[in-house]
C-alpha cells in the first residue's frame, strides 16, 4: 500500500489539520488539538479525541492547540502531533519518508517558515517544502491559477484570514490578518458575558456560531438554546440566543474581513482588478461557512463573492495537487533542501 516515493501535502491549520497522500486523496482530516498529562508529559489523545477534552480536562491533563494564529507556537507539541499525524497516515517509516508540502498563511516570518519545515522533518517527513495557503486554497478551489488573468481569494481558517489577488501562478498583493473562525468565536464568548453575564466555553460558542451566527441580516431569525455559568449566581443558566443577537456580537470581526478585502482590492492593479469584477471573488476555509458573510463581501465590493466547493478541504487540496507539477515549483518553493543550504 505504501510505495517508497510517497507524496503528501499537509494542511497544518489552527483549527484542523488534514492529509493528502498522492493517488489517494485526503486520507485523514482531524482537530489540530493534543492532549497531555503535565505530570508525565505522556501524549493523552490527538485530533478529535483529545478536542472533546477541551475545557473539560481535570489538573494534571491540558488539551493544546499548539498552532496559534496560522503558525506553530508550540513547536514541540506540533512536532509530536504531526509525528502521530504522519505515522498514521504513512506508516513508521526509516527509510523512504514521505516528500511533504505544508502550507503556510502568506506574510509569515522567515523564523515561522523554518518551524513548519523543522518540526515537519522532525516528525518524520522527507524533503519538505512550504506552499503559501492562498496559492493552495486557489488551486483547490479549482482556479485557473497560472494564466494571467487575476483571481482573488478570501480563505479564512481558524486563526488568519488570508486575501490575495493571484495572477501567473504567484500573489500580487495580499494580506493576511489574524481574525478569523477562532476570533468569531472569541466575540461570542465577549457578547455573552457583556449582555446576558453568561460564562460560556469555546465549544459553545463554535455551536452558537454555526448554527445561529450571521454576518449579513436574516429574512428568517432562528433561535438556539445556550448553557453557560451565571456570572452573578455561578450557577448554570440556559438562555435563548437569536441571530439578530449573533449579528451585533459578530459585527467587529467579519467588518475586519471586509475592510482586508477591500483593502487589497485598492491595491489591485486596474487591468487584474477588472478581471475579478468579472470573474468575482472566491472564498474557501471553514471560517467562509459563517452565514453571509460572502453576502457581505459582495455588498460592501460590488463584486460577486462565491463560497468554493468543499470549502474547508480547498488548501488541502491544492497542497495535494500541487504536488503534481512540483518539478515546476521545486525551485521557487522554500525547503528543507535550500534552507539547509543556506544555513
Ligand atoms: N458551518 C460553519 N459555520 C461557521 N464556521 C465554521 C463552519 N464550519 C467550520 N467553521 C469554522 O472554520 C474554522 C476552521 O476552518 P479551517 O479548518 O479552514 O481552518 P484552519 O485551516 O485550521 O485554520 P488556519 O488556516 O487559520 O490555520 C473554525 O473556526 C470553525 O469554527
Known sequence: MFGFGMEVGIDLGTASILVYIKGRGIVLKEPSVVAIDKNTNKLLAVGEEARMMLGRTPGNIVAIRPLKDGVISDYD???????????????????????????VPSGVTEVEKRAAIDATTEAGGGTTYLIEEPIAAAIGAGLDIAKPDGNMIVDIGGGTADVAVISLGGVVASRSIKCAGDTFDQAIVRYMRKRHNLLIGERTAESLKMNVGTAYPRTKILTMECRGRDLVSGLPRTIKVTTDE???ALEEPVMAIADAVHAVLERTPPELAADISDRGIVMTGGGSLLDGLNKLIEERTGIPTYIAEDPIECVAKGTGKSLESLHILEKSMMSSK???RNR
Open 338 to 340: 535550500n534552507y539547509r
Open 77 to 103: 507539541v506540533t512536532e509530536r502531533m504531526l509525528r502521530y499525524f504522519i505515522h498514521k497516515t504513512c506508516g513508521k517509516r526509516k527509510f523512504f519518508k514521505p516528500k511533504i508540502i505544508v502550507c
Open 246 to 248: 449573533m449579528l451585533y
